[in-house]
């Protein structure tokens, strides 16, 4: 039976139909089986404001290709899919709306409407993200999609909080902290990102008590801030003010008495030496004023505005007060002078509005205790025993390994210095903090909430309210990988699919996330939550941006889904992923991806095509035959030639995917098949096809290797281009039937992954075969270059330096070369003379082919052409370089556009020396 394969390969007609078909028969359904082991990868959550960018789909195609590639392989595979509530940007998403189309704040409907208008947006959009993995054809259990606050995480969450703070590891007290003054919460160390901005320092005059036309001058780049100051620092070496430390200075406006204090940490050379202290809005000045015991004044509200502390600027937001603040000490004459300033400002990643350090009560985790056995999960282990002789032992692997391993080194950076974790949040969206208030305001930490006049289990008092924080995002997420399969209970799941393998991430979340799980499991747990962590690349615009809606330089992959089809976008993301490095990326570069989808398709419809007789052909076989031919032992060289190659590809794909080098198996997987497979094999193996004669058996054989080789080939690839090898298969699945005498999987994605035998490797076979290409291709370039059509029959020789490489060439190889490339005569020997005139090629060693031109070239017209093709390349590569020495161009002309300039150069440069070199043998040819 003939396969019927479309003549074009449209992706649009076959990706929802086979991932329908996959999800409707349960495929990705993880079921515990005692028979199989387990391998789980937890899906980083993405949050529910998200929407699909090309970091997510790399991040998700390589989890992908680890999950069917396992599955493949007979592993009982748990892809974990869910998403994040996002507590900071959820809420945000749904303030705007509210207000947008309401005119409402959240004070306004009250805490609980408020809530349940953030549920109703979730129930809308919080699936966005997930319905666009699955159109990037994710294998998760989607049965299992977890939510951050759903029942059975909130659940984790509250035993987690209650367990650390009865350790004494949870505590609420006031420090500096950052706030956000736009959404009005607190935010971590690790939720800022720092800008450099172009702002200014205000020199402003401070009058020295009891002198009031004598000054200090001091810089400052947060002149509102001074409402705050309650003393000036200098270095104690400084001597312009020795005389004053221990006497006082006057506040500008408010006139608060101000001392100057003498601290080893001012930097004599920053402005003018001294500085104002303000406890409550500086982390440098707060422990400063801690040393010396000055009092600390917050300043602001927290919307940052302006407090009764600002005296007449109360009232006033803080960069408002700022510009009025700064006219007003001009007028005064107390401000000396201004100067442009570029400084780091830290800002919230959220809100995007500079932070403003101020002292709050919060809650805080105690990190110290928990990083220390998440530093130890990274490092080698020691044996538990000496060896039977007494021999040291070699060092056990680390519990936890890095992919590439130099991010192991941000990983115990952010541990070893790592600091108590403000985990509160001013906000309403999230896990509630799990701690109620007795009537004097002592604090319990309870999993269940309290029963109406439940006493404190403590003091005995009445319970009267509960906290009004609630947790950060990370509080839940960092419970991610066990809270999942039912943790705090003893689940069947948690004790099989637990420790899970592989955890692919961005390098940015390396200490907001990944060290905090690691942290989390030790604690709860007492072991790893994962064995791997793949770091991914990063991708870049082609300019080598960072991609970003602000920039309008990123690339939607949906749309590039929509252009050039899921596998397209899927293999061309691996392929450009050299692992440690990030990739440039631009639409284009898909259409590597969508060529070579299109190469394999219609090699298979060649296959597919010249096997519609195949069953038939096995059914009529005896039993005996029909094994050897499942078997599959080789006899002719090309069979012998492909098969070795495969079992090779066998080897490499599996290796590189076990140790996570994608661009590796990518890359080895996109040249077998682009190159052996389709560019050798199929067009050797033509005349075998379509010759038909009664009982050829050679024609069976090659039928046989060819269903062979690809369906193992559409198995390697399947878990980085899963649709069109499906496609493929199923059209191919009779044949494999008919091969193998019993029915197939009903999916390609149930198969199972392909095993090397060192037997097919057929060593000599491939190094004929290969020496056979070699030869070919040098065959075929002597015609390109010679521009001579592939009609005209030329005579060739080859010349070899030994018996060894002679032996190398018998009569199949030489006809087959005479076919692929359409010699008249071909002469072999250590002797061979060449021809005279002639074209040369030196293959290596004192092995060369010659190719008789005679007359296939007009000497006279062939150097005209290379002549004006010459001068032609000159003045392009005089014009570019030109172009390339104007300093004024280079530097005004955008990065990529010079660096296109550079590429262009260089390859019009290569080509005018291959039309040198050209000229000089049509020359010599010539004479």
């Not at 101000?258 to 001294?274: H, K, Q, R, S």
């Not at 038909?692 to 369906?711: C, E, H, I, P």
């Not at 002597?782 to 059509?789: C, D, F, L, M, T």
């Not at 490339?821 to 005139?837: T, W, Y």
Request: charged share 30%; net charge neutral; hydrophobic share 40%.
């Amino acid at each position: 039976m003939k396969a019927e394969m479309p003549p074009r390969f449209e992706p649009g007609t076959i990706e929802d139909k086979w991932y329908s078909f996959w999800t409707d028969k349960d495929l990705f359904k993880a079921v515990r089986d005692i028979r199989k082991k387990p391998y789980t990868i937890m899906m980083p959550p993405p949050n529910i404001t998200g929407v699909l960018h090309m970091g997510h789909a790399l991040n998700n195609t390589l989890q992908d290709i680890m999950a069917r590639f396992k599955r493949l392989q007979g592993f009982c595979v748990l892809w974990q899919p869910g998403t994040d509530h996002a507590g900071i940007a959820t809420q945000a998403v749904v303030e705007k709306k509210l207000w947008a189309e309401k005119k409402l704040t959240r004070q306004d409907l009250g805490r609980e409407k408020f809530i349940d208008e953030i549920w109703k947006w979730r129930e809308e959009h919080g699936s966005f993200i997930l319905k666009q993995l699955r159109r990037l054809g994710c294998s998760c259990d989607w049965s299992r999609t977890r939510f951050t606050l759903d029942e059975g995480l909130s659940r984790a969450v509250r035993e987690a909080f209650v367990r650390l703070f009865n350790k004494g590891l949870i505590y609420r007290g006031a420090r500096m902290i950052n706030w956000d003054c736009k959404l009005e919460t607190a935010v971590s160390d690790d939720e800022i990102e720092t800008t450099e901005v172009k702002g200014s320092l205000w020199y402003i005059r401070y009058p020295i008590k009891d002198a009031p036309d004598k000054f200090v001058t001091v810089a400052t780049t947060r002149p509102e801030t001074m409402f705050g100051d309650t003393g000036v620092a200098v270095n104690p070496r400084d001597e312009r003010y020795s005389n004053l430390v221990g006497k006082h200075l006057v506040l500008p406006i408010i006139g608060r008495e101000l001392l100057v204090i003498a601290d080893e940490t001012v930097d004599p050379e920053f402005g003018t030496g001294a500085v104002k202290v303000t406890p409550g809005h500086d982390v440098n000045d707060y422990e400063r004023g801690r040393r010396f015991g000055l009092p600390v004044i917050n300043v602001l509200h927290k919307n940052g505005i302006l407090n009764e502390q600002a005296g007449k600027y109360a009232g006033r937001d803080r960069f408002k007060a700022r510009k009025e603040l700064v006219e007003e000490l001009d007028v005064l004459g107390l401000l000396e002078r201004v100067e442009e300033h570029t400084h780091a400002v830290p800002h919230s990643d959220r809100s995007k509005t500079p932070i403003e350090p101020l002292i709050s009560e919060q809650w805080f985790v105690k990190m110290k205790p928990l990083a220390q056995p998440a530093m130890a999960a990274v490092k080698p282990r020691r044996a538990q025993a000496p060896s039977a002789d007494g021999a040291p032992q070699e060092s056990l692997p680390a519990e936890i390994s890095f992919v590439p391993e130099r991010w192991v080194n941000t990983y115990l950076h952010w541990l070893e210095n790592v600091q108590d974790w403000c985990i509160s949040r001013q906000l309403v969206w999230g896990h509630r903090i799990p701690v109620w208030y007795d009537e004097d305001g002592e604090p319990a930490a309870l999993t269940e909430d309290p029963a109406p006049g439940q006493k404190h289990p403590k003091t005995g008092k009445p319970l009267t309210r509960q906290d009004d924080d609630v947790l950060d995002t990370w509080a839940s997420s960092w419970l991610w990988p066990f809270s999942t399969l039912g943790w705090p209970a003893k689940t069947a799941d948690l004790d099989y699919f637990y420790p899970t393998n592989f955890l692919s991430t961005d390098r940015g979340i390396i200490y907001l996330w990944v060290a905090r799980m690691v942290m989390a499991s030790y604690e709860f747990l007492g072991e790893p939550p994962f064995a791997t962590v793949y770091i991914h690349a990063t991708v870049l615009d082609e300019k080598g941006e960072r991609m970003s809606k602000s920039k309008g330089n990123g690339i939607d992959p949906i749309e590039m889904i929509e252009k050039w089809g899921v596998d397209a976008v899927r293999l061309t993301l691996p392929l450009l992923t050299n692992e440690g490095q990030d990739i440039k990326l631009s639409p284009t570069k898909f259409e590597m991806g969508r060529n070579f989808c299109n190469k394999l398709w219609n090699a298979s419809r060649l296959a597919l095509g010249n096997l519609g007789d195949f069953e038939a052909q096995m059914a009529a076989l005896p039993p005996e035959q029909r094994k050897e031919l499942a078997e599959g032992a080789a006899s002719e060289l090309e069979d012998c030639f492909i098969q070795g190659k495969l079992t090779q590809l066998i080897v490499d794909v599996t290796d590189s995917l076990e140790r996570h080098k994608f661009n590796d198996a990518a890359t080895a997987l996109y040249r077998f098949t682009w190159d052996e497979f389709c560019d050798w094999y199929l067009e050797v193996i033509k005349p075998r096809l379509y010759e038909k004669r009664d009982g050829d058996a050679s024609r069976l054989r090659v039928q046989a290797t060819l269903v062979r080789v690809l369906d193992t080939l559409l198995t390697l690839l399947h878990p980085i281009i899963p649709f069109v090898t499906e496609e493929i298969w199923q059209n191919l699945r009779p044949m494999v039937a008919a091969l193998h005498g019993e029915t197939p999987a009903i999916s390609l994605a149930l198969s199972d992954w392909p095993k090397p035998s060192r037997d097919r490797l057929y060593e000599p076979q491939v190094r004929r075969f290969d020496f056979l290409r070699e030869v070919t291709r040098a065959l075929r370039n002597i015609r390109s270059e010679h521009n001579i059509e592939r009609k005209t029959a030329i005579d060739a020789v080859l010349r070899v330096g030994s018996q060894e490489t002679l032996a190398l060439m018998g009569e199949r190889e030489k006809a087959m070369i005479t076919g692929l490339v359409n010699l008249g005569r071909f002469e072999v020997g250590i002797g061979a003379v060449k021809p005279q005139p002639a074209a040369t090629v030196v293959l290596g060693g004192a092995d060369e082919v010659y190719v008789a031109l005679g007359n296939l070239i007009d000497f006279k017209m062939e150097l005209l052409r290379l002549d004006a093709a010459r001068a032609k390349l000159v003045e392009g590569v005089n014009k570019l370089k030109l172009k390339l020495e104007n300093e004024s161009y280079v530097q005004r002309a955008p990065a990529a556009v010079v660096q296109k300039d550079r590429e262009r150069l260089s390859e019009m440069a290569a080509e005018l020396d291959r039309t040198d070199k050209h000229l000089a043998e049509i020359r010599q040819l010539a004479k």
